[in-house]
């Protein structure tokens, strides 16, 4: 079993900064890929940015520039950080993290981010 519990999330005005943290716990032998999705409210899940075992880092356009990941191996961590934060950004950010060997995806139960305007 691996548990993926997240933090950080809250409410900031338009162009400020959060940031969130997601503590992955349990089984954690062979995670590879770690990162955050986010879903709005009548939208699908969607990627915001991952990073690879390696530290290399993926990001959405529509963050790209504004937010940053990264991840703290020796302490299964992964962090989101936020700025110039956008009301397009309010959603419910999803912690994740993926086995490769064999493959099995892990979620975490999620964290609310409200951006007001």
């Known amino acids: 079993q691996v548990q993926l519990v997240e933090s950080g999330g809250g409410s900031v005005q338009t162009g400020g900064s959060l940031t969130v943290s997601c503590a992955i716990s349990g089984n954690t032998f062979g995670i590879g890929a770690m990162g955050w999705y986010r879903q709005a409210p009548g939208k699908q899940r969607e990627l915001v940015a991952v990073v690879e075992d390696d530290g290399t880092p993926r990001y959405a356009d529509s963050v790209k520039g504004r937010f940053t990941i990264s991840r703290d191996n020796a302490n299964n961590s992964v962090y989101l950080q936020m700025s110039s934060l956008k009301p397009e950004d309010t959603a419910v950010y999803y912690c994740?993290?993926?086995?490769?060997?064999?493959?099995?995806?892990?979620w975490g139960q999620g964290t609310q981010v409200t951006v007001s305007s």
């Open positions: 994740y993290a993926q086995r490769m060997y064999p493959y099995a995806p892990y």
